[in-house]
């Protein structure tokens, strides 16, 4: 059991009319260049801001995501451009103050240098200073606002980690309350899946397949009576929790097979006690844990990562599917 929690520590550890720009907007292409586009959704309507007739040029460098704000007293050289979010402007902003998606907001004592545009929202001045003009563009004349920026590598590769940290926890507590409440249904499952994975799986696979008509089935018997009408909806809440539990029943079990083999495999002694089936289901979890995690670090490099993530999906779908399919088989271990 101390082994396991060395693991999963080391684990954790691990819309007003357009007017034409002033001059003060006009900087030249050479001050301030527009990303190059490669593919980056900001750059690419950077490019198009720059092309429209009403637009700015601007540099990559000055978009900031989400809402920002310039506080009183605080200056900012150049521009600043918040990108899809409101610009709360109270200080100094030397260049041009932009919105896209959201509003521009220029607050008592504000001085802006250049213009304030607000694309996709509006421009408010509550006493402001604004040496530019301020102006609001329901969108591009080159072609619409770009969605939200996709997520980069290392916000996809955070997500993924966390989310598969995430299950694990979830499936920890299930498997903790399967051990205390439910332990004879686990070591049946499991009996079942060692004594024939293959017909474990191909069960899963059938239940998979008859899962749409099975629940078709269920609604049309009881539309046939005025009773049933009034359970349908009880029904469905019903058949989607037992599906839910008859899922992480077989993949709790399934891990704890697993864990079973590697520890077996370790030279592990066996004992059969809670403490030990609970330390084998845990780490069979963990196995599957730092695969997901190596899936989720390495899912931005290209066609490796893709490769990667694509061969973690199916082992984990094995796996969740032969525990299902031992789950029907034995009727939840009963």
């Known amino acids: 059991m101390r082994k396991t929690i060395s693991l999963l520590a080391l684990l954790f550890a691990s819309a007003l009319p357009a007017q034409a720009p002033s001059a003060a907007s006009r900087q030249s292409a050479s001050s301030a260049p527009a990303a190059a586009v490669n593919g980056d959704p900001i750059a690419v309507w950077l490019d198009s801001l720059a ?35 409101t610009l709360d402007v109270a200080g100094h902003v030397d ?50 606002i770009p969605a939200t920026p ?35 249904n686990l070591e049946t499952i499991s009996d079942r899946i060692r004594a024939d994975f293959t017909r474990s799986f191909l069960y899963g696979l059938l ?8 629940f078709v089935a269920m609604i049309v018997a009881l539309a046939i009576t005025i009773i049933g009408l009034v359970l349908i909806p009880f029904a469905i809440v019903g058949f989607f ?29 066996v004992g059969g006690g809670r403490a030990q089936l609970l330390q084998f289901l845990l780490m069979g ?14 899912g931005g ?11 973690v999906a199916v082992l984990t779908w094995v796996a969740l599917t032969a525990g299902f399919g031992a789950t029907l088989a034995s009727r939840g271990g009963t």
Do not use: C
Request: aromatic share 6%; hydrophobic share 55%.
């Open 241 to 269: 929790l037992a599906l839910a539990g008859a899922l992480a029943l077989g993949f709790i079990t399934i891990s704890y097979v697993v864990g079973d083999a590697a520890m077996r495999w370790r030279g592990a002694a």
């Open 301 to 311: 490099f290209g066609a490796v990562g893709g490769l990667m993530r694509f061969v």
């Open 95 to 144: 260049g041009n103050a932009v919105a896209v998606g959201g509003d521009v907001v220029i607050h008592p004592g504000a001085v802006i240098g250049g213009d304030a545009l607000s694309v996709g929202g509006k421009v408010r001045n509550d006493g402001g200073v604004v040496n530019g003009e301020m102006r609001s563009m329901s969108a591009l004349t080159v072609g619409p």
């Open 51 to 85: 092309k429209d007739a009403h637009g700015l040029v601007l540099a990559r460098g000055a978009v900031r995501e989400g809402n920002q704000s310039v506080a009183a007293g605080e200056t900012v050289s150049g521009n600043i451009v918040a990108w899809h979010g």
């Open 150 to 184: 996709p997520r980069t590598a290392e916000q996809t590769t955070r997500r993924s980690v966390s989310l598969a940290v995430g299950w694990y926890l979830v499936l920890a507590v299930i498997g903790f309350a399967v051990v205390l409440f439910a332990r004879g």
């Open 285 to 298: 979890l963990s196995i599957y844990l730092v695969l997901w995690v190596v899936a989720g670090a390495v």
């Open 207 to 214: 239940g998979q397949v008859l899962l749409v008509p099975a």
